[in-house]
Each structure stands twice: as C-alpha cells, then as structure tokens.
C-alpha cells in the first residue's frame, strides 16, 4: 500500500536553509496526483505550505512566498521542499501528503488521503 516518509528536519539558526525529503513506496501513483507540504505548530491549525501537480504547477502559502520551493523527482519517487531565510516562525512539525486528484488540488488538509509521519523543524533566533 502507498506510504509516505519525511526526512531531513533539523535545529537550524534564522537565516539558514534546510531540505526536506518525501520517499514514496508501494503502486507508482506518486507521479500521478498532486503532492503537497504541510506544517503544524504546537497549539496552530495545520497549514498547507505548498502544492506541487501532476503537470508541474506550484502553489505556495503567502507566508513562505519566496523562500521555500517544492520540487518533485519522479524518477526517485522523492517530493523536496528547498527552505531557504529560514525564521523563528517556520518551527513546525512539517507533513508531506497526495491529494485524490491529479489538478487544480488547493492546500485544504481534507482532501489529501496519504501523509507521512512528519519531520521536525526548529528554527532560533
């Protein structure tokens, strides 16, 4: 059955970079649907940091707008997200998830039916 695992979380200083990984296994689907970041801070409603679809259109959150950027390897079935100018208010507890369509998929939590167990990151002042 399909799974997704996170990686590459961290305690970084503001102003730094981190890359996260998503590895997907199981049926071949991951090329098919769109795949998307999520974050969740102690006490904060998860929010969907950025979507990525099947044909290679982006979406990203106001609040990470020109500082993270979502990739995709299909060959390795690995989603990425680039962080870069990392700041206090990125610490979360990031998710990757697939959406149940292949376009036109927003950042609603609900409608995504695979996650990871997500992966940690802090960020210090």
């Known amino acids: 059955q399909a799974q997704l695992e996170e990686s590459g979380g961290a305690s970084v200083q503001s102003g730094g970079s981190l890359r996260l990984s998503c590895a997907f296994s199981?049926?071949?689907?991951?090329?098919?649907?769109?795949m998307a970041w999520f974050r969740q801070a102690p006490g904060k409603e998860r929010e969907g940091v950025s979507v990525i679809e099947s044909d290679g259109s982006t979406t990203y959150a106001d609040s990470v707008k020109g500082r993270f950027t979502i990739s995709r390897d299909n060959a390795k079935n690995t989603l990425y997200l680039q962080m870069d100018s990392l700041k206090p208010e990125d610490t979360a507890l990031y998710y990757c998830?697939?959406?149940?369509?292949?376009?036109?998929?927003?950042?609603?939590?609900?409608?995504?039916?695979?996650w990871g167990q997500g992966t940690q990151v802090t960020v210090s002042s």
């Open positions: 998830a697939r959406h149940s369509r292949r376009r036109q998929c927003s950042r609603y939590e609900h409608d995504y039916v695979v």
């Open positions: 199981g049926y071949d689907w991951y090329s098919r649907y769109c």
